[in-house]
C-alpha cells in the first residue's frame, strides 16, 4: 500500500514540474521574440492623458486607447475629422472620426471621454487621427485613473515612456491692401510664415489657410487655400463683393515640425462718394490689427475717420491706403490720434499712397485729415488749349504783319 501511494506521489510530482518547465519556456520564447515591451499594448484599451497622445500620435498607431477632453469645432484643412478633442488643460487637441462606427457627434464644449484607435490617413500629406468606437459624456473633469494590469509570472518589461519634447512656435505675419477704384475693386492678401529654430525647408510648401468673416468673427467663409514658397511667403487676390467691414485670417495647422498658429486682420472699406454712372468712384481702406469701427468720410471736409480697439498693453497699428485722384501731395496729409498729430510712414504705390502709424491699444478716435482738393491745372483743359493757340495764332500773326511793312518800306 505504502508503494502505491509512493508511486502515485512520484507521477503527481512529475507533472508539476513538466507543467513549470513548460510555463518557463513559453514566457522565455516571449520574451524573446521582442514583443515584451509590447505587452501594455496588448490590453483591450489602455488610459492615455489626451496632451501625451497629441505629442505621440504616431507612435500610438494601431493601438486601442481611451482618453478624454473638451469637444471642439475648428476650422481645418483637413475638413475630415468629425470634431477635434481638446484637453482640458491645455491647447493640445486631436481630430476624432465616429461616423465609420455610425455614432452620432457629441455637443460642441461637452466633457466626454472617447474610445478607439490610432490611426494615419494620407490625405493632404498625412495626418493621424482617432477612430472613435465608442464615447460617452463625462460629469467629472477629473482624469479617470487606469485600471491596473493583472501581473502573471514573470512579469512584463515595463514599456519605455517617449519623451516629450515641446515643438518649436511659429507666426504669420499678415497685410490687407485694397485698390482704391470702386470699378475694379479687389485686395491684395499678402503673408509670410516665421519660426524660431525651424528651418526654412520646413517653412517651405506649408498649406496655409485663408478665410474671412463678415460676423465679427462668429462664422468664417473658406477664401483660399494656399502655399508659402521657399522663404515662406504666400499670398493671394480676394474680390469682395461689397465695402463694409471684415476680419480676414490666415492660419497653419499643426505637424511634426511646429505648432499651428493664426493670425486675424480687421479690413474696413468705405467708399470716398456716392457711386453714379458718371463718375468712377474711389474707396478707402483700413487695414488694422485692432478693431475698425465707424469708418467714414467726408466729403465736403476731406476728413477719414474711425475708431480702433485692441487689447490693452499690446500695441496697433493702421495701414490706410488712398487714391492719389484724392490727394497729390501725401506731405499735406495730418493723422491724428485722440487729436493728437501722430507721424506716419508712406510707401508711394502706383495709384495710390499706403500710410502706416502705431499706437498703445486702448480705444482711440482716428482722423486723417486730407490738403484742400488741387485744381485742375488750367493749361491741361479744353479750355486752356484754345487760349494758348489763339495766343499762339495772335503772335504769329503780328510777326507776319511786321515782316511785310518792314518789307515794303525798304522797297520804297
Known amino acids: ?113 472617447v474610445a478607439g484607435i490610432v490611426k494615419h490617413s494620407t490625405l493632404e500629406g498625412g495626418f493621424y487621427f482617432l477612430e472613435a468606437s465608442s464615447w460617452q459624456a463625462l460629469t467629472s473633469t477629473s482624469t479617470p485613473t487606469p485600471t491596473p494590469m493583472p501581473t502573471s509570472s514573470p512579469p512584463p518589461l515595463p514599456t519605455p515612456t517617449p519623451t516629450y519634447e515641446p515643438k518649436p512656435s511659429i507666426s504669420i505675419d499678415l497685410s490687407c491692401i485694397s485698390s482704391t477704384s470702386y470699378a475694379s475693386f479687389k485686395v491684395t492678401i499678402a503673408g509670410r510664415l516665421r519660426g524660431s529654430g525651424v528651418s526654412a525647408a520646413n517653412l517651405a510648401g506649408a498649406p496655409i489657410s485663408l478665410s474671412y468673416s463678415i460676423t465679427s468673427g462668429e462664422s468664417w467663409q473658406d477664401l483660399a487655400l494656399v502655399y508659402t514658397d521657399v522663404d515662406g511667403v504666400f499670398g493671394a487676390v480676394w474680390t469682395p463683393s461689397v465695402t463694409g467691414s471684415y476680419l480676414v485670417k490666415a492660419a497653419v495647422a499643426n505637424t511634426t515640425e511646429y505648432s499651428e498658429a493664426s493670425t486675424i486682420v480687421n479690413l474696413a472699406v468705405v467708399p470716398a462718394a456716392e457711386i453714379t454712372d458718371e463718375y468712377i468712384q474711389n474707396v478707402f481702406s483700413v487695414a488694422s490689427n485692432s478693431t475698425v469701427s465707424n469708418l467714414a468720410f467726408n466729403s465736403a471736409s476731406r476728413r477719414l475717420t474711425f475708431s480702433v480697439e485692441g487689447l490693452a498693453g499690446t500695441r496697433g497699428f493702421v495701414d490706410v491706403n488712398i487714391a492719389k485722384t484724392l490727394i497729390n501731395d501725401i506731405t499735406q496729409v495730418k493723422a491724428y490720434v485722440d487729436d493728437n498729430e501722430v507721424a506716419f510712414t508712406t510707401v508711394d504705390k502706383t495709384d495710390s499712397w499706403l500710410l502706416h502709424f502705431t499706437y498703445e491699444h486702448s480705444l482711440h478716435e482716428v482722423m486723417l485729415s486730407l490738403a484742400a482738393e488741387s485744381q485742375p491745372d488750367f493749361l491741361n483743359t479744353p479750355l486752356g488749349l484754345i487760349v494758348v493757340g489763339g495766343f499762339v495764332a495772335m503772335v504769329i500773326a503780328v510777326s507776319v504783319a511786321f515782316v511785310l511793312k518792314r518789307r515794303r518800306s525798304l522797297a520804297s
Do not use: C, H
Not at 515591451?37 to 500620435?57: C, G, H, I, S, T
Not at 477632453?69 to 476624432?96: C, H, N
Open 1 to 113: 500500500m505504502k508503494r502505491k501511494f509512493r508511486t502515485l506521489d512520484t507521477v503527481i510530482l512529475s507533472l508539476l514540474i513538466i507543467l513549470n518547465l513548460g510555463t518557463l519556456l513559453t514566457a522565455r520564447s516571449f520574451e524573446a521574440s521582442g514583443q515584451t515591451q509590447n505587452l501594455p499594448y496588448a490590453a483591450a484599451e489602455e488610459y492615455v492623458d489626451l496632451k501625451f497622445l497629441a505629442a505621440n500620435m504616431k507612435q500610438f498607431e494601431g493601438v486601442r486607447v481611451t482618453t478624454n477632453g473638451t469637444v471642439r469645432y475648428l476650422a481645418s484643412i483637413y475638413m475630415y475629422e468629425d470634431f477635434w478633442l481638446q484637453a482640458q488643460t491645455s491647447d493640445a487637441k486631436i481630430p476624432v472620426v465616429t461616423r465609420l462606427a455610425g455614432l452620432a457627434v457629441p455637443p460642441s464644449m461637452a466633457i466626454v471621454e
